[in-house]
Nanobody
Framework: QLVESGGRLVQAGGSLRLSCAASGRTFSRYALYWFRQPPGKERECVAAINWDGSTIDYADFVKGRFTISRDNAKNTVYLQMNSLKPDDTAVYYC?????????????WGQGTQVTVSS
């Protein structure tokens, strides 16, 4: 099970830190992802990190603003979001993928709403 937290209403230019805690299994060998789904749009991958943190990828639209990290001891992945824009408004989901790094999660969280006001 993956449970996201940290989403809320924030003003443009502000920062948020999302967390995704895993339970029921150890995700230390899983690739972990943050996706988002803006209103009326498809879900898109925002950031990805492989099992040991040696490979990290970002969507172009968040590079330089968002940072993904993981703490395998806590079974948790984080998304630090800075310089937020209204276009970042979306439901943010974390995902976990076993054994590979194809950005196609096997497990999903329930999502956390991030709303950025202008």
């Amino acid at each position: 099970q993956l449970v996201e937290s940290g989403g809320r209403l924030v003003q443009a230019g502000g920062s948020l830190r999302l967390s995704c805690a895993a339970s029921g299994r150890t995700f230390s060998r899983y690739a972990l992802y943050w996706f988002r789904q803006p209103p009326g749009k498809e879900r898109e991958c925002v950031a990805a990190i492989n099992w040991d943190g040696s490979t990290i990828d970002y969507a172009d639209f968040v590079k330089g603003r968002f940072t993904i990290s993981r703490d395998n001891a806590k079974n948790t992945v984080y998304l630090q979001m800075n310089s937020l824009k209204p276009d970042d408004t979306a439901v943010y989901y974390c995902g976990a993928e076993a054994g590979t790094y194809t950005k196609r999660p096997d497990y999903w969280g329930q999502g956390t709403q991030v709303t950025v006001s202008s």
